[in-house]
Each structure stands twice: as structure tokens, then as C-alpha cells.
């Protein structure tokens, strides 16, 4: 066991793209858990899209100087309470630190599924997957045979909504991504019917392209000029589902997207934002759901996984970059699977 623990600070705001310098990484004694908690070591850390927006001075943002936070699964190495048996696998929020000293009630308690592997906790099963399922089934209320376009389809949520959607019977199913490769692994690995490279020309041209007739769902990851272009393809009772604003996490002064408005009211459409953390009751809906799928093989978890805890700042500005296919992760590297 290591005698030390590390953990990530942030050190100053950011103004645009955040930079390795405006973090610190920390070393001190390994904590003791007072009674009634435990301790834990992280074994798998989640990087996030809604990390870059805790790292503005904005409310319950993350403070200078003192730990970050962030989904992480990890194993229980001591403990002071009854209710928390040392060697169990965990999840909790106290990420972004090799060890963290927990509560009960600071923890979920994992259920191991024959076949599923523990890093589709924090993609597929976890809150990645859940945003995606709760979009879907809760937001947008998909119904068989529609016609979807995702934003940032290549992301965690963007490939989770795509293999989801797919087996809840959608139809026509048209994502943009930042590159070639990433629309080429949509189509062939994902399931997307068409992927548009948002760079090669204006969104709405792009967006017409790829689904001539319409759409009846959008999933937007992104905002600005996608949202945009989206309304204006919408069919008659289109939703909308607003799950982020990557473009502006790091152009804060970004013109707001332009469109016709009277969309809204001519073709009866419906936008509605949401935080997956009102809907942790569904936890156990998306276990039923997409477990059975995992273990049959129809359903796979896409991750980028980044090994070594030293690395996880810099997993967290390359996704900014977009420098990952599917969920991230950072991986501890006790955990990396032997070769030979």
C-alpha cells in the first residue's frame, strides 16, 4: 500500500482553454478515517465535459487551493465503520486524489455483473450512461422509428445516446464529430446511420445533407450553431434535449445561436434542459436496461482509457481538445491488464 496520497488543486481561474499550469498536483500523508468513515483507494478516476464549467468562479464551482472533484471507483483499504468492509469496491465523488475518506452515505455500493467490467460504472452504467438513457427515455421520450441528430456524437454522452438509441428502435440516427476518423468509427463501430465533420462547411448545409428529411429529436451536447441548425430541421412536435455547451465552455463571449424563433410556436416544438442528478432513481431502470445487453454482446462500453493518475490533467485538457472517442478514464496502474 502507498505510504503517500496525491491529490489535484486547482490553483487559478481560467480565461479560454484551461492549461496544466492552472492545476497542482499534492502530496501528503496518507489520511486517517476518523470513525464512521473509510478509506479509500482510487483504482479508476471519470474526467468530464462539466469539469471544464466547476473551473470558473461560478456557484458550487471548484474552490482555489484545495482538492477537486469527481466520480471515481475505488476499493475500501480501511475502515471505521461496520457499514463499510474493507476490500469492497466502491463509488463515490471524491475523485481527482489517489485516496479519499468517505461516509456511508458518500458511497454506492457496486453491483458485479458476470462480463461487465468496473469501468462501465463510469460510462455506459455510470453517469455518462445514465445522462444518455435519461435523455432518451425521460426527456425527449423517444418513440420507435424516430429520427435523431446528436451533437458531439463521438463524446461519452454522444456515443452512449447512439448505442441507446439503436436498441430502443430509432430510426435514422445522424451525429457530427471534429474529424473524419471519429465519423468513420460512428458509422462503422457505433451504429450511426451518417456523421458530418462539423469543420467542413456551415452546420445547417452539413446537417441538411445528412438527414434530407428532417428530424424529429435533437440531443445537444454543444449549443451555438448546431442548436441552431437543428431547430431549423426539426419536424412538426420536435424535441429538443440540452444537455451541454461544449462550444462555450472556453468562449465564454460567444455570440448566442440565431434562429427563426417562430419554429418553436409553427411547428409546436419542445426544448427542455436537465441534470442527471435528479434522476439518480433511475440508476436501477438503467441496470435492467442495459446490462442484459453488455453481457449478450449487443451493447459495448466506448472508452478512452488514459493509464496513471499523473496523467489525469492531462486527460482532462486533451478531452477538452477533443482528443477522445467515447467516455474517459483514467486508469490507476496496479489496474492495467498484463501482457504475455
Do not use: C
Not at 423517444?142 to 452512449?160: I, K, R, Y
Not at 465519423?183 to 445533407?209: I, N, Q, S, W
Not at 428532417?214 to 441548425?229: H, K, M, S
Amino acid at each position: 500500500m502507498n505510504e503517500t496520497a496525491l491529490t489535484v488543486h486547482q490553483t487559478a481561474r481560467p480565461h479560454g482553454f484551461p492549461t496544466a499550469g492552472h492545476f497542482a498536483f499534492v502530496e501528503s500523508a496518507l489520511p486517517e478515517p476518523p470513525a464512521g468513515s473509510a478509506l479509500v483507494e482510487n483504482l479508476y478516476w471519470s474526467v468530464d465535459p462539466y469539469h471544464r464549467e466547476m473551473v470558473d468562479d461560478v456557484p458550487d464551482g471548484f474552490a482555489l487551493g484545495a482538492p477537486l472533484e469527481g466520480r471515481a471507483i475505488g476499493w475500501i483499504i480501511a475502515s471505521r465503520t461496520p457499514r463499510l468492509a474493507e476490500g469492497e469496491i466502491v463509488f463515490h465523488r471524491r475523485g481527482w486524489r489517489t485516496h479519499a475518506v468517505v461516509a456511508p452515505e458518500e458511497i454506492r455500493h457496486l453491483p458485479r455483473f458476470d462480463g461487465v467490467p468496473l469501468t462501465a460504472y463510469l460510462s455506459i452504467l455510470g453517469g455518462t450512461g445514465l445522462t444518455a438513457y435519461v435523455g432518451l427515455t425521460r426527456i425527449a421520450r423517444l418513440q420507435e422509428g424516430e429520427d435523431l441528430f446528436v451533437s458531439a456524437a463521438a463524446g461519452g454522452v454522444g456515443t452512449a445516446t447512439g448505442r441507446f438509441a439503436r436498441l430502443l428502435g430509432a430510426g435514422r440516427l445522424v451525429g457530427s464529430a471534429g474529424s473524419a476518423a471519429k465519423a468513420d468509427h460512428l458509422t462503422r463501430v457505433v451504429g450511426y446511420d451518417a456523421v458530418f465533420d462539423y469543420h467542413e462547411g456551415p452546420v445547417a448545409d452539413l446537417l441538411r445533407k445528412a438527414a434530407p428529411d428532417g428530424i424529429d429529436v435533437f440531443v445537444d451536447n454543444v449549443g451555438g450553431e448546431q442548436l441552431a441548425a437543428a431547430i431549423g430541421e426539426l419536424r412538426e412536435f420536435g424535441r429538443v434535449v440540452r444537455i451541454g455547451t461544449i462550444s462555450q465552455y472556453n468562449n465564454p463571449d460567444a455570440s448566442p445561436p440565431r434562429f427563426d424563433h417562430a419554429d418553436i410556436v409553427e411547428k409546436s416544438l419542445r426544448m427542455e434542459g436537465f441534470l442527471v442528478s435528479n434522476y439518480r432513481d433511475v440508476q436501477d431502470e438503467l441496470y435492467d436496461f442495459a446490462v442484459p445487453h453488455l453481457q449478450s454482446g449487443r451493447l459495448a462500453p466506448d472508452e478512452t482509457v488514459v493509464d496513471g493518475f499523473e496523467h489525469i490533467v492531462d486527460a482532462f485538457l486533451g478531452m477538452l481538445r477533443g482528443g477522445n472517442t467515447g467516455k474517459i478514464i483514467v486508469r490507476d496502474r496496479t489496474q492495467v491488464p498484463s501482457v504475455g
